[in-house]
C-alpha cells in the first residue's frame, strides 16, 4: 500500500504534465492551472499571557528560622530580617523581581528567572518560579517563588524561599 501512494506521488504530475491538446503545428501543449496561495504570516502571533504585568508587593519585617521552623538564634538573639517592598515584574514565563529593604540597611537586590505553569483557569494561574540573583556575589542566592495570581481581581501572594507570604497588588 505504502508502495502504491508512492509510485502515485512520483508518477500522478508526469501523467497530468504529459496530458494535453496538440496544437496544429502537431506539438502537444500542457496546461497548468494554478490557483493563487493565500499569504501566510512570517511571523508567528505573540502569545500573550493574562498574568503578564507588574505587581507590586510589601513583605512584613520577620526572625529568620531554621528548616525545622524554630526561629535561629545567635548570642542569644533571634536574627531580625526588615521588611521588604517588591517589584515583579512578569513577561510571559519570565520574572524579574526588584527587593528594596524597608529600612535601607542593604542595597536593592535584582533577581531574573523562568516560570512554569501548575495549573490556570480562567480565574486563576498558579506558577512555580526559580530566580538568580544579578550581582558580583559569589554565591548569589537563588530563590523560588510560587505565585497563586487571581487573575480577576488582578492579585497574586507569593509564598517560596524569600520568607513570610505576601501580596502583590498588578499594576
Given at each position: 500500500?505504502?508502495?502504491?501512494?508512492?509510485?502515485?506521488?512520483?508518477?500522478?504530475?508526469?501523467l497530468i504534465a504529459s496530458c494535453g491538446s496538440t496544437e496544429?503545428?502537431?506539438?502537444?501543449?500542457?496546461?497548468?492551472?494554478?490557483?493563487?496561495?493565500?499569504?501566510?504570516?512570517?511571523?508567528?502571533?505573540?502569545?500573550?499571557?493574562?498574568?503578564?504585568?507588574?505587581?507590586?508587593?510589601?513583605?512584613?519585617?520577620?526572625?529568620?528560622?531554621?528548616?525545622?521552623?524554630?526561629?535561629?538564634?545567635?548570642?542569644?538573639?533571634?536574627?531580625?530580617?526588615?521588611?521588604?517592598?517588591?517589584?515583579?515584574?512578569?513577561?510571559?514565563?519570565?520574572?524579574?523581581?526588584?527587593q528594596v529593604a524597608k529600612d535601607e540597611s542593604m542595597d536593592?537586590?535584582?533577581?531574573?528567572?523562568?516560570?512554569?505553569?501548575?495549573?490556570?483557569?480562567?480565574?486563576?494561574?498558579?506558577?512555580?518560579?526559580?530566580?538568580?540573583?544579578?550581582?558580583?556575589?559569589?554565591?548569589?542566592?537563588?530563590?523560588?517563588?510560587?505565585?497563586?495570581?487571581?487573575?480577576?481581581?488582578?492579585?497574586?501572594?507569593?509564598?517560596g524561599n524569600f520568607g513570610p507570604e505576601f501580596t502583590g497588588?498588578?499594576?
Amino acid at each position: 500500500m505504502k508502495n502504491l501512494y508512492l509510485s502515485l506521488l512520483i508518477f500522478a504530475p508526469l501523467l497530468i504534465a504529459s496530458c494535453g491538446s496538440t496544437e496544429s503545428d502537431g506539438h502537444e501543449t500542457a496546461y497548468l492551472i494554478v490557483d493563487a496561495v493565500e499569504n501566510v504570516s512570517e511571523t508567528p502571533p505573540i502569545a500573550t499571557t493574562p498574568w503578564e504585568g507588574i505587581y507590586l508587593g510589601d513583605q512584613s519585617g520577620y526572625f529568620l528560622t531554621k528548616p525545622s521552623g524554630e526561629p535561629m538564634v545567635i548570642n542569644g538573639n533571634k536574627i531580625p530580617v526588615p521588611g521588604s517592598a517588591y517589584t515583579i515584574t512578569i513577561t510571559g514565563l519570565g520574572i524579574e523581581v526588584m527587593q528594596v529593604a524597608k529600612d535601607e540597611s542593604m542595597d536593592p537586590v535584582f533577581y531574573i528567572g523562568t516560570c512554569l505553569v501548575d495549573a490556570q483557569s480562567d480565574t486563576m494561574a498558579q506558577l512555580s518560579c526559580t530566580c538568580k540573583e544579578q550581582s558580583s556575589s559569589k554565591y548569589p542566592a537563588e530563590p523560588e517563588l510560587d505565585l497563586a495570581i487571581n487573575l480577576t481581581d488582578q492579585t497574586m501572594v507569593v509564598n517560596g524561599n524569600f520568607g513570610p507570604e505576601f501580596t502583590g497588588i498588578k499594576q
